[in-house]
C-alpha cells in the first residue's frame, strides 16, 4: 500500500507541474498578445493605416507598421522629407490617438573622432 500511496503522489506531482508549465507558458502567451506584438499591419488595414498617418504628417513614405503597439491599436512608422521619423499611433477606427519623433539613432556619439 505505501507503494501505491507513493505512486499517487509522484503521479499528482508530475500533473501539478505539467499544469504550471502550460500555465506559464500561456502567460508568456497573453502578454505577446497584450503588449507589443510587432507584428505588421495587413490587408485592408494597412491602407486604412497608412492613408490616416500620411494625412496626419502631410508628406512623408511610411517605412514600418505595427498592429497592437504598447501605446496604440495601430503604429504607422513614416520617414518624412527630411530624413526624420515620425511614429503615428491610430486607434481601432484609425483615428489619430498620438504622435512621437522616433529617434533610432544610437547614442554612441560621445564627441570622440
Known amino acids: 500500500m505505501a507503494l501505491g500511496m507513493r505512486l499517487y503522489l ?8 505539467a ?3 502550460v500555465a506559464l507558458t500561456m502567460s ?5 498578445a497584450v503588449g507589443d506584438s510587432e507584428d505588421p499591419i495587413t490587408g485592408p488595414a ?3 493605416a497608412v492613408e490616416a498617418a ?9 517605412t514600418e507598421t ?5 501605446d496604440s491599436y ?10 526624420s521619423q515620425v511614429d503615428v499611433q491610430l486607434d481601432k477606427d484609425f483615428n ?3 504622435d512621437e519623433a522616433d529617434d533610432d539613432t544610437t547614442e554612441d556619439n560621445d564627441g570622440d573622432d
Open 66 to 70: 505595427e498592429v497592437g503597439d504598447e
Open 54 to 62: 500620411l494625412e496626419h504628417t502631410g508628406e512623408g513614405r511610411v
Open 96 to 98: 489619430v490617438v498620438g
Open 46 to 48: 494597412y491602407d486604412q
Open 10 to 17: 509522484i503521479a499528482g506531482l508530475v500533473a501539478v507541474i
Open 28 to 32: 508568456g502567451t497573453i502578454s505577446n
Open 19 to 21: 499544469i504550471a508549465a
Open 74 to 83: 495601430y503604429e504607422v512608422e513614416v520617414t518624412l522629407d527630411d530624413g
